[in-house]
């Protein structure tokens, strides 16, 4: 299975990345250390990328026009937890909202003649409710 991400620079795919072996750093406390580090960033990156689908949703919502006060409330509370969790700092903010306004416009342009009906009852009322859930 191969997943491949495109932006307006570049195609990127899952096989042009390498993988590369981890050294088994043997048991007990060593072995402890050498994953603690890597799950602290994982799961900073985690944040990033929760941040892209965030606003991602946001838009979608924004496109179909289903953006009301409780749906943006629940947006800023969501951004708010997952800048703070993730650390994330100015750049990195712009970074993941840059990012999710151009998946979200592609997506809204690829819709064509007579799709974004469909769109909208589907993703855009989904991404309204999960954004909801915030708000409460």
Not at 91 to 108: K, P, T, V
Request: overall charge negative.
């Amino acid at each position: 299975y191969e997943m491949c991400g495109r932006d307006w620079s570049s195609d990127v795919c899952s096989s042009d990345l390498k993988m590369r072996k981890i050294p088994n750093p043997g048991s007990g406390w060593l072995a402890l250390l050498a994953i603690v580090p890597i799950f602290c960033v994982s799961a900073e990156l985690n944040k990033f990328q929760q941040l892209i689908e965030a606003v991602y949703r946001l838009e979608v919502a924004a496109y179909c026009g289903l953006t009301t006060d409780t749906v943006i409330e629940g947006y800023q509370r969501l951004e708010e937890e997952l800048i703070v969790a993730g650390k994330l700092n100015d750049a990195e903010i712009d970074s993941a909202r840059g990012q999710a306004w151009q998946a979200a416009h592609a997506e809204w342009q690829n819709r064509g003649l007579g799709g974004f009906k469909a769109w909208c009852n589907t993703e855009g009322r989904d991404a309204a409710r999960s954004l909801q859930v915030y708000a409460q």
